[in-house]
């Protein structure tokens, strides 16, 4: 515990002593709900890039969901007031491998190519446990979500077309669906630079989104990452 304790106040540190996370998306909704209940799957961190640490800074709680173990470790230190579990979300019940660069990191994945098409490669390999969304919230009585992050690391979209608008039920959502001339995009060219506007047209034409439009509307993105809210 104290290795993981160390690594916050290291992570802490180099943040500038700032433990709001990322905070676009988290202020846009706590302009409409002050305190809630959230679910992020692949948490990766109690703060650094977390959508959610200024959610829990004001008040909220809710269920943190990572492949891997010493990330939940670090929640379950800095997070108390959370349920925080070691596992994957994937399309299917069961065990599946999981491939990590290192034992915390924001690529780790239960895609085996995934790593390789960032220019990584597979250094640690885990049988985890994984789950669908719908026996998560069964098991753990998740009834009412107001903000869910599903961040899995190229295998978002086939869990989202996977997953029944029931499943996915909250009043906000964020989903990361990557491009894919690295990750599957088709008959699509990338621009030279990065482009908001670029990645919030993909996703508005892309199958995902005529599937989620039946329950949300497209709120705002960061790249290939996008908030929705409930209709």
């Not at 409409?32 to 799957?41: E, F, M, R, V």
């Amino acid at each position: 515990m104290l290795k993981y304790a160390l690594k916050y106040l290291k992570d802490y540190a180099r943040l500038g002593f700032n433990s709001d996370g990322y905070t676009v998306f988290s202020k846009i909704i706590l302009k409409k709900i002050k305190k809630g209940i959230y679910l992020d799957i692949g948490c990766y961190h109690p703060i650094k890039d977390s959508n959610t640490a200024l959610l829990y800074k004001n008040g909220w709680k809710g269920t943190n969901i990572d492949i891997s173990e010493e990330s939940i470790e670090m929640f379950n230190i800095f997070r108390p007031n959370d349920l925080n579990l070691s596992l994957g979300i994937s399309t299917k019940n069961g065990y599946q491998k999981a491939y990590f660069e290192k034992a915390i990191s924001t690529l780790s994945s239960l895609d085996g190519t995934y790593l390789g098409k960032q220019g990584r490669k597979n250094l640690i390999v885990r049988k985890v446990k994984v789950m669908t969304i719908k026996s998560l919230r069964k098991k753990y009585k998740i009834n009412k979500l107001d903000f869910l992050k599903i961040d899995c690391e190229n295998i978002d979209m086939s869990i989202i077309m996977k997953s029944s608008l029931k499943d996915l039920d909250s009043n906000y959502l964020c989903l990361e669906i990557l491009p894919t001339n690295i990750y599957g995009w088709k008959n699509h060219k990338m621009p030279s630079r990065s482009n908001k506007k670029y990645y919030r047209n993909y996703f508005l034409k892309s199958k995902v989104y005529r599937k989620l439009k039946k329950n949300f509307i497209f709120v705002d993105n960061d790249q290939a990452t996008f908030l929705l809210k409930k209709r």
